[in-house]
């Protein structure tokens, strides 16, 4: 069956610290991913996604990922953590041929201290 | 600017009532979506439109309805046989395969 999961359902971090989201996905070849982040009460922003190509995809606010195939993994990384950074962060896949559903991880809800 | 609007921000429902929630883009995007999320259960899809005057039920339908006679516009209608409506719902649309852009939500209350 396809799905995507991400282990981390909480994750604490304090501000300046390094940060790394995991993802994993199950599906018969390879997607398209995507991550999205959303602050509470708001709809989903993507923060980057990965077609094909350089396996490490560069997003906005800062953000990269890492596809690894042989993994299945499709992690989300910062260097550096911000305070502003504090939301939910979804994983999110789709097939590159004749499907129009997205399957979306459950998500992990960063906390950042200052 | 382009995107997508969702009204209103938040609804009150009482036991019984069907009510609809609105959807609009200025995308022109093809497809849309309706997703229902609840605490630690993520996104799940309700129904989802590939081009006007068709749809397809996602993964929890029930209780749902959809209309798409415009490509624009995609509303949904919670209907009194969805037992527990209470929710945060999300629309969305994309041309295929491309990311999907995302409204700001309506949350649903029942009274």
């Known amino acids: 069956a396809q799905s995507v999961t991400q282990p981390d359902i909480h994750i604490t971090v304090s501000e300046g610290a390094s940060l790394e989201l995991r993802c994993n996905y199950s599906?018969?070849?390879?997607?398209?991913l995507f991550w999205y982040v959303q602050s509470p009460g708001q709809g989903l922003q993507l923060l980057l996604k990965?077609?094909?190509?350089?396996?490490l995809v560069q997003g906005i606010k800062g953000f990269e990922a890492e596809f690894k195939r042989s993994q299945s993994s499709f992690n989300l990384r910062k260097p550096s953590v911000h305070w502003s950074d504090a939301a939910e962060y979804f994983c999110a896949v789709v097939g590159t041929s004749g499907t129009y559903k997205y399957i979306f991880g459950t998500g992990t809800r960063l906390k950042v201290l200052a | 600017d382009g995107g997508i609007t969702q009204s209103p921000k938040y609804l009150f429902r009482k036991e019984g009532q069907n009510v609809t929630l609105s959807c609009e883009q200025n995308?022109?995007?093809?497809?849309m979506y309706w997703y229902r999320q609840d605490p630690g259960q993520g996104l799940r899809l309700i129904y989802y439109?590939?081009?006007?005057?068709?749809?397809q039920k996602g993964d929890i339908a029930e209780g749902y309805s959809v209309s798409r006679e415009k490509k624009e516009s995609f509303p949904l209608t919670v209907t009194s046989a969805q037992k527990n409506p209470t929710a945060f719902y999300l629309c969305?649309?994309?041309?295929?395969?491309?990311?999907?852009?995302f409204g700001p939500g309506t949350r649903l209350t029942v009274l």
């Open positions: 995308l022109n995007h093809d497809a």
């Open positions: 599906y018969g070849a390879t997607p398209y």
């Open positions: 439109s590939q081009i006007v005057n068709d749809f």
């Open positions: 990965y077609f094909s190509g350089d396996t």
């Open positions: 969305a649309s994309s041309m295929r395969p491309n990311e999907q852009f």
